[in-house]
């Protein structure tokens, strides 16, 4: 086998990758759920340890060899351990799709009752919609947001609970923009004899520097994805503790997964040592900042937030004031290079390849070095684009002024090619 490189052996791939990187570096990524690993992450990400099978955990695996692979997941453990003050971890889920059906899988039977929050009021399609593996193979009930406040509704938490039963409720959201009170729903748990299992992957980074209230020693089981505010590789993890060791090990392998990604694990290793760092909380508090500012100069602009504001990463737009989509909205500015993504908003009337919300984000572009200032341009832009979308030759002048912008706020610089 000959060290041809990529560029050589296969440019048509070689060539999209890069063409993803000026995407990447020459837009505005503001899709809530992304974000601009790190250089160390990226590289940790392009190893060997990729070739190598480890099926089992640290110290008992299946295959022999592991004794370099067991030292990055030893390693990522003990970072997590630290990071949120947990006592049992596992960071095997190839993604919170599969950290939330391995939780499931060890603490549930096919057939018992979930109550999570609605797709449609923020919640995620694990939590028991219909269209995934959660809504099939349990039987699922929802709770959502109040109609006034557009915030959790815990009076119809805790009525859904008693009507119920659930054996698990489950909090966490993807579209979500207030910050979620644990001991309520620790307390509707506990009321109903359910578990709790919180899904943090959107605000994961927030937690593990305090900034949002942690749910560990709230609820029985916490997922989570490592790649959104956490920064780091694409992937999943699960918090417990001791008491769930054996049965969420085993949900995991052989349950639900083979080998493990272990050069993931490297880089999620690298990413837990990055969050551990003071810089971390730092950039966790511009995340904030950035999304305030942004909220506050959207609403001088006459847009209507969902709940009316933010305390987190994240912002939903309710455009039907403004007589537009979500997908009329996100085509738009992504044609002026700037990427958010259409959403469905508390009580829906369209359909989810429509939507009436538009969810945009602050984490991708704080890591760039992005401030208050520019958000202030920002909101100003989105203003433009979503004042006249139909314009092309506006939204090409936006796209320049985007591009003029990124340029100050350069990212992957050591991908140059
Ligand atoms: N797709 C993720 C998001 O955008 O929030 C959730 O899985």
Known sequence: MKDIPLEKIDPEVFEAIHQEVDRERSSLVMIASENYASRAVIEAQANVMSNKYAEGYPDKRYYGGCEYVDIVEKLARERVKRLFKAEYVNVQPHSGSQANMAVYFSALKPGDTILGMDLTHGGHLTHGSPVSFSGTLFHSASYGVNRETQTIDFDQVYNRAKTVRPKMIIVGASAYPRAIDFDRFQEIAHEFGAFLMADIAHIAGLVAVDL???????????????????????????????????????????????????????????????????????????????????????????????????????????????????????????????????????????????????RIGTPALTTRGMKEAEMKIIAELIQKVLHSPDDERGLQNIRSTVSELCRQFPIYEFLNR
Request: proline share 5%; net charge positive.
């Open 212 to 358: 949002h209230p942690s749910p560990v020693g709230k609820a029985d089981f916490i997922t989570s994805t490592t790649h959104k505010t956490l920064r780091g590789p694409r992937g999943g993890l699960i918090i417990s503790t001791e008491e769930h060791r054996q049965s969420l090990n085993k949900a995991i392998f052989p349950g639900i997964q083979g080998g493990p990604f272990m050069h993931i694990i490297a880089a999620k290793a690298v990413c837990f040592k990055e969050a551990l760092m003071p810089e971390f909380k730092e950039y966790q508090q511009q995340v904030l900042a950035n999304a305030k500012v942004l909220a506050d100069e959207l609403k001088k602009f006459g847009f209507n937030l969902v709940s009316g504001g933010t305390d987190n990463h994240l912002i939903l737009i309710n455009l039907t004031s403004k007589g537009l989509t979500g997908l009329d909205a996100e085509t738009a500015l992504a044609k002026a290079g700037i990427y958010a993504n259409k959403n469905t908003i508390p009580f829906e009337e369209k359909s989810a390849q429509i939507t009436s919300g538009l």
